[in-house]
Nanobody
Framework: VQLVESGGGLVQAGGSLRLSCAASGFIFDDYAIGWFRQAPGKEREGVSAIGISNRRTYYADSVKGRFTISSDNAKNTVYLQMNALKPEDTAVYYC???????????????????????WGQGTQVTVSS
């Protein structure tokens, strides 16, 4: 099982970035993928999540209307399109998976770290003011 993030970088406030989370080694449709971020000195927080099989999505209030999560099932990849970036979006962004079948199906709320596993290595996003 592997999740690999990419697409981070340095961007000015108001700019855009698209993060990718490439998954391998498991049945993509059976899981939800969550995006988390961790800024220096802060706890890791859930930003967005998507149930792969039904494409149900969740967004934290801090990113709602600016970020869009999507999946390309043919490529086993989840994207996080980030627009109107703010300096407070600066963080290392991680993706991780959680089950989304059986009793877990449809239960897609705020991503909690304890529910997710197989974390990627993270990708740095820096937004300058």
């Amino acid at each position: 099982v592997q999740l690999v993030e990419s697409g981070g970088g340095l961007v000015q406030a108001g700019g855009s970035l698209r993060l990718s989370c490439a998954a391998s080694g498991f049945i993509f449709d059976d899981y939800a993928i969550g995006w988390f971020r961790q800024a220096p000195g802060k706890e890791r927080e859930g930003v967005s999540a998507i149930g792969i099989s039904n494409r149900r999505t969740y967004y934290a209030d801090s990113v709602k209307g600016r970020f869009t999560i999507s999946s390309d099932n043919a490529k086993n990849t989840v994207y996080l399109q980030m627009n109107a970036l703010k300096p407070e979006d600066t963080a290392v962004y991680y993706c991780a998976r959680r089950p989304y079948t059986g009793s877990y199906y449809g239960t897609l709320g705020a991503p909690r770290m304890q529910d997710y596993g197989y974390w990627g290595q993270g990708t740095q996003v820096t937004v300058s003011s």
